[in-house]
């Protein structure tokens, strides 16, 4: 399936160009890739012009599911982006119990709080 694109690839390129060298935080990186992803490019295409991995485009994107708690964390920096991710792929409800864990110190690194977001996020797949 061919998609439309809204513009062009060079515009594309012109504006990623100008987004690396601003250096744009991973919340702003996610909202101009969505822009990006919904007018018509790929994952693939926005990693290569960008220089990153399609799969580091769909991370991006996917931190926005955050809820509006879980995205100012990330940009102040009281969530790390990677936790952020694990977290944005959770219900609100389950979202806000794991922000307010992390915030409590309830874990021991950021690896067991994102074994937990994984464990929650498997178990009500499978509810």
Known sequence: MTRTRLFSAPHAVAILNEAKARQLGPLD????????????????????????????????????DLIPAGRSAVEEGRVPVGLGWYIALLGEENQRLMLARWARGDFADVYEAQNCARAIRNDSRSA
């Open 29 to 64: 990186e996610g909202r101009l890739f969505r822009v990006l992803d919904e007018a018509g490019f790929t994952h693939h295409e926005i990693g290569k012009w960008y220089g990153e991995m399609p799969t580091h485009i769909r991370w991006r994107i996917e931190l926005l």
